[in-house]
């Protein structure tokens, strides 16, 4: 690769000359799942989980590497430990990856949900994977797309690499080597957030052209004043938090900075209205909502916090979602956890080595992308 696409490339990654560990975030592959799609030049592997999304990440590593050096690693989404100072490039294709389809979802170019019939919804308008029936009784893939969205968050960059098929992520590798794609997104790179939708052209197995027919500015700060009072309006809560009422202050600071990154925790100080009753509130949430947080302090357990935690695992697990063990600043020593969230990884805001926030971030955006699909 020359050295002014080199340059090019820096600039659009936006990690700066010193820019620390870049990580590259592997999909994960703890679940199977059945293939949603079936034509004459898909699936490009036959396996239950995606290898594609595994190959794409493999293929933009070698990219990073090839002008970062050894400061470039790559992580499974399983195992990774966010820390501060770290950026990040998530790679795979929304909404199996149901991190990337909700970190996307309020986005100027966002997913749709369902899984089968797959549509990224843009400024201009919506689009679908193309077909062409050559033969009575087949039909091949000729077009596809394919989604890059860069951020700051905190201080770090986030860099989502996703493609409604295969061939939208495979490609990504391609067009990021050419000079051509940096200037027909020059006016975008001084930004700090922006979205360039790429449509891919697609001949038997191979992606033989592209083109870029949406960009649009990312701007964080308009996404932080409309995005919180949007899902409050519409009761669409991410996460429910567990706590005992004696360790609210440290709990309410979470739910805090967890909006600051554009997350809506129901907490029952503040989302209990007077006059409402409690008990019917709580159960309608506990069906609704995608997720839990369980926080464990130094007054260990609250009267009604067990009830809550056993209401909503029961839910949780007929839906598959994720319910986190978190551990407050001032708890004292190994707080015993419920034998159903011995085998959870937990977060510890002891730990002054990691992010987290972004932990728990994360682990919420790990829910399911639509309840409904997921019952």
């Not at 490339?9 to 592959?29: D, H, M, Q, R, Y």
């Not at 050096?69 to 909404?95: A, R």
């Not at 077009?143 to 968050?153: A, C, H, Q």
């Not at 969230?341 to 510890?348: G, I, N, W």
Request: net charge negative; charged share 25%.
């Amino acid at each position: 690769m020359s050295s002014p696409v080199h340059d090019l490339a820096k600039t659009f990654f936006g990690f700066g000359e010193n820019p620390g560990v870049i990580k590259i975030i592997l999909p994960s592959v703890s679940q199977k799942r059945g293939v949603s799609l079936r034509c004459a030049n898909y699936p490009l592997f036959e396996y239950e989980i995606s290898p594609d999304d595994m190959f794409s990440a493999i293929r933009v590593y070698s990219l990073l590497t090839s002008i970062y050096g050894e400061i470039v690693e790559l992580y499974s989404h399983n195992e990774i430990i966010i820390k501060p100072g770290y950026n990040q490039i998530f790679v795979g294709g929304p909404p199996t990856n149901s991190f990337i389809y909700h970190a996307l979802k309020n986005a100027p170019i966002h997913f749709g949900e369902s899984n089968v019939n797959r549509i990224i919804h843009g400024k201009k308008g919506s689009y679908e994977i193309g077909f062409s029936s050559p033969d009575p009784g087949s039909r091949w893939i000729t077009e596809d797309y394919s989604l890059l969205s860069r951020r700051k968050k905190n201080q770090n960059i986030e860099l989502i690499i996703s493609g409604l098929r295969a061939y939208g992520q495979l490609a990504t590798y391609e067009f990021l080597n050419e000079e051509k794609f940096y200037c027909d997104i020059q006016d975008l790179l001084d930004c700090e957030g922006f979205q360039v939708l790429v449509k891919i052209t697609v001949q038997g197995k191979a992606c033989v052209e592209w083109k870029v027919i949406e960009k649009v500015k990312w701007d964080n700060s308009t996404l932080e004043n409309s995005i919180i009072p949007g899902k409050r309006l519409k009761g669409e809560y991410d996460v429910f938090l567990s706590y005992n009422s004696k360790d609210e202050k440290p709990v309410k600071e979470i739910a805090e900075k967890l909006k600051q990154r554009d997350i809506l925790p129901w907490l029952d100080k503040d989302d209990l209205l007077p006059g409402m009753d409690w008990q019917e509130t709580l159960e309608r949430q506990i069906r609704k909502i995608k997720s839990a947080i369980v926080f464990f302090g130094k007054h260990g357990e609250g009267p009604w916090q067990h009830q809550e935690i056993q209401a909503f695992v029961r839910e949780l697990v007929k839906r598959k979602c994720p319910v986190i063990p978190a551990i407050l600043p001032d708890c004292e020593g190994d707080p015993i956890l419920p034998l159903f969230l011995e085998s959870k990884v937990r977060v510890d805001f002891r730990d002054k080595d990691i992010d987290a926030i972004e932990q728990l971030r994360m682990g919420i955006l790990s829910a399911p992308a639509s309840i409904k699909e997921s019952v």
